[in-house]
């Protein structure tokens, strides 16, 4: 066979009469299954059915990664939702052929498999995969608005139900190679130092092909039990996203439930429903998003920066999250405050937190051991990086970091956590001032995904990039913001909880209203709810900070709360009761409100913050507003960030 014709693939025999197929993406870092690469794709099925081998193995020349989905890029070229039928349907002949290869198939999988990379594995008589914990397998296609596309809806559910597949598919779950095994996406595991080549091999040889579904999980996908599953998995699913804003997963809820037995017509219905998901503005705003993640993920690459120690100072909600974060990105945490009793109330939060994420008993002792308390600071002179997360007091920082300046280590990162004291006051007591940074993380941190890399016009460059490192490091997306009152997030937060505040006192709006309007519009929460779940003595200060004068009338409604002790979520009682960490709404207070017209109305000061932080250089473009704005505040993924809805408003509206 001619090599020189494929650019991406690679064919080649051994002496035994099996082919290896290897896809290894020229000038890609990962594999995805681009326009180019299915031609090339076709090409070689062509041969293979006119000159059959003994068997087929297909592999990725990629290290530690498989097929990680379909060509994002290429989505946006899809210029209407005919074009895009008829791509699909044009995949899935190609699958088909694949899967109709008479001879023994296996596929290896080391890494990722998501999306149609999955889909493409589906075709094969046999998986085998590398069991360790870089090896994920799922489909993400609902966090783009659509569904699996390649014929993932139809091959899954009739490999091993729509129980199980469903599920899988509406949470963009990514699960390990054991649970893929346990759910029956897996054939055959391989430990970390056994050879995937010779299991593959012998697979083909000796013509193993997969077990197929349990008569139970075929059950599943004939007509009353798919009823029964279908009416469950749209109301779970309606719990958690709203059908005007999100269709995708209850189109697949609805195709499966009207097709679940019949794969021809699944895959039917694949094309014309993702083609028309493709092209709506739903998955045009998720993919925007999408970008934008990408983008604040490739700060800080490249740098040098391996933080295995953080010391943390301020034990308080923040700082103890914070230091718990850490701890969870494997790193070892001192945690320094005034007095033990300050310490540890946060090391029970972090337990419950390593509890709920780590599982095994040995890795949550494990995660605990990392978390050490340090009354006495003996964790700053050993410490990669620094992190100060003590009260608002602009003398109280300044005197704090004179003394870890003469403590720490000159290669030591220096970050404060303040949220609204200019960087540059702090630091003026330093003898390196331009070696601060901020490090603004947001509650709760370990749902927050955002952190505010925050500057100054003489920072250090190289500090600023080490700090964007270490936010990647702990998985967070690092933006870079310049040092103003409010920084980004903040600042927009302020006007738009303001607004809320001044309609609910001013006009007596319900505050289950004002949250309502909110929600539709596409927020997680509304902003009375938010107040209460950041916590109203947080908020007051927000307001006092950013607001001065003109906000006096509301810090004093939230002050009225705080005096009383009704502080929020963390005290069970704010503008809302909270009772097991849900807030107790009356149901019918939004009656007889337009809900519409009042989120216009709240919006505007959002919007109108948003331009003048761009206007005023605090980030460096519109891709920065919309990306603070979307992993900050929450703002409404789907329409792809506040800047971008301005931009399209008029096609979103419609």
Known sequence: MNQAEYRNWQLDSDMDGVCWL?????????????????????????????????????QSGKHGSFIVGADVREFDQVSSIEEAEGFIRSVHALFDRVEALAFPKAVIIDGFCLGGGLELALCFDYRIARDNDKTRLGFPEVKLGIYPGFGGSARTTR??????????????????????RGMGLVDQLVGPHGSLRWAARNAVLKGRKTRGPRRTDRLTNTGPARKFLAGQMRKQTAAKANPAHYPAPFEMIDAWEEHGDDF?????????????????????????????????????????IDPRRVHVIGAGVMGGDIAAWCVLQGMEVTLQDREMKYIEPALARAGKLFKRRLKSSDRIAGAKGRLIADVAGDGVARADVIIEAIFENLEAKQELFRKLEATARPDALLASNTSAIPLREIASVLERPNRLVGL?????VYKMPLVEIVYEEDTDPAEIQRVAAFGNRINRFPLLVKSSPGFLVNRVLGAYMLQAFRIHRERDV??????????????????????????????????????????????????????????????????????K??????????????LKSLAKELMQPYFDECEACLADGIVEDADAVDAGMVFGTGFAPFRGGPMFYLENRGEQES
């Not at 681009?34 to 193995?57: A, C, H, M, N, Y």
């Not at 139900?161 to 949470?171: E, I």
């Not at 739903?282 to 700060?299: A, C, D, I, P, Y």
């Not at 807030?583 to 409100?593: F, L, R, T």
């Open 581 to 594: 960490g849900k807030a107790v709404k009356d149901k019918e207070a939004a009656e007889g409100v337009n």
């Open 22 to 58: 290897t896809l290894d993406r020229e000038g890609e870092t990962a594999n995805s299954l681009s326009q180019d690469v299915l031609t090339e794709l076709e090409s070689i099925v062509d041969r293979l059915e006119k000159s059959p081998p003994k068997g087929l193995v297909l």
């Open 440 to 444: 603004h993380f947001f509650n709760p």
């Open 264 to 304: 021809r017509e699944m895959l039917n219905q694949e094309a014309v429903r993702v083609a028309r998901l493709i092209t709506g503005d739903t998955s045009r705003g998720l993919r925007r998003v999408f970008w934008l993640m990408e983008n604040l993920k490739s700060r800080g690459k490249g740098v040098d």
């Open 510 to 579: 319900p505050k289950e209203a004002i949250d309502k309007a909110m929600e539709n519009f596409g927020m997680p929460m509304g902003p009375v709810e938010l107040a209460d779940t950041v916590g109203l003595d947080v908020g007051m200060n927000v307001l006092d900070t950013l607001g001065g004068k003109d906000a006096s009338a509301e810090s004093g409604l939230l002050k009225s709360y705080v005096d009383q002790g009704k502080l929020g979520k963390k005290s069970g009682e704010g503008f809302y009761t909270w009772e």
């Open 159 to 180: 490999l091993i139900g729509g129980y199980k597949a469903l599920p899988l598919m509406l949470t963009a779950r990514m699960l390990r190679a054991r649970q893929a």
